[in-house]
């Protein structure tokens, strides 16, 4: 931050683009306007009719539309490249970004890499990371193998696929969710 002065009760600093701001991150020229004018809203942009952004004299600000002030300026920065340009700069960012040194959360051996996250060395790691947690389901007509276990309504013993069911047909089903409900309800 840049040199400081000491409007409003409030210290302001110079920031990178010349304008003031406290160190909460408000500008010194909206907190100027609404001292004099009042609160106002976040689509209003208080222009500075000199274009000096040091200049925050009550005189110099006007409170304009966003799509007015930038009519008043013209596209800028960013804005006013094309796609391609923008994919461009994104681009060498990219590439000038430094690797840092990593280790692999499955088998542990060291690699660089440049991104922000990076667990895993390589796609095989990743992959067996990735099915561990989420097993595929077996082949040919091992799935269909399933354990007998007693239903919740009637006991009778059944074989389900699912894990998750626990009544062995849907009017042991309903029997059992209402004796659920009054179960609840009692309670």
């Not at 160190?23 to 809203?41: D, I, Q, T, Y």
């Not at 960012?93 to 499955?106: G, H, L, S, Y």
Request: some cysteine; charged content about 30%.
């Amino acid at each position: 931050m840049g040199q400081a002065i000491e409007w409003g009760g409030d210290r302001w600093y110079r920031n990178r683009s010349g304008y003031y701001q406290n160190r909460r991150g408000k500008l010194m020229h909206r907190a100027v306007w609404e001292s004099v004018h009042g609160p106002v809203s976040r689509r209003i942009d208080i222009h500075h009719s000199d274009e000096d952004p040091g200049n925050n004299s009550i005189e110099n600000l006007v409170a304009l539309s966003r799509a007015e002030h930038l009519a008043t300026h013209g596209p800028r920065g960013f804005l006013k490249w094309s796609p391609a340009q923008r994919a461009e700069s994104m681009r060498e960012q990219w590439t000038r970004r430094p690797a840092t040194e990593r280790k692999c959360e499955r088998c542990g051996n060291a690699f660089a890499s440049t991104a922000t996250v990076a667990k895993w060395c390589s796609p095989k790691c990743y992959n067996a990371a990735r099915y561990a947690l989420h097993p595929k389901p077996r082949k040919g007509r091992d799935h269909l193998r399933r354990a007998a276990r007693p239903c919740a309504s009637c006991g009778t013993e059944f074989k389900a696929r699912d894990p998750r069911t626990v009544t062995c047909s849907r009017p042991c089903g309903v029997a059992y969710k209402c004796s659920r409900r009054e179960h609840h309800a009692a309670s």
